[in-house]
Nanobody, 115 residues
């Protein structure tokens, strides 16, 4: 198994920036893909961004141009840089890793966007 631990969430004003981190308990060099999901109260969990082993990335339309997903293999860590945050970006952000035939989820980190 692999354990994922998110961090970096918190309170940010609209228009502000935040960088979320997801630390994995093992090497992510050979991971199939890693992604960030988010879930607002009363809503379904949705995909925010994904990065595959080759480095290609994709983003939800709602965050395109405002978010960057990246990883640091030396630190076994996935990042999500979020800029120009909106109230709609608030929610619990989860890290997801796909390795071989298994999917792993972190416990989430809370992002609150408020003035």
């Amino acid at each position: 198994q692999v354990q994922l631990m998110e961090s970096g969430g918190g309170l940010v004003q609209p228009g502000g920036s935040l960088r979320l981190s997801c630390a994995a308990s093992r090497s992510i060099d050979s991971i199939t893909s890693m992604a960030w999901y988010r879930q607002a109260p009363g809503k379904q969990r949705e995909l925010v961004a994904v990065i595959i082993s080759g480095g290609s990335t994709t983003f939800a339309d709602s965050v395109k141009g405002r978010c960057t997903i990246s990883r640091d293999n030396a630190k076994n860590t996935l990042y999500l840089q979020m800029n120009s945050l909106k109230s709609e970006d608030a929610g619990m952000y989860y890290c997801r890793a796909l390795f071989r035939y298994e999917v792993y989820w972190g416990q989430g980190t809370q992002v609150t966007v408020s003035s």
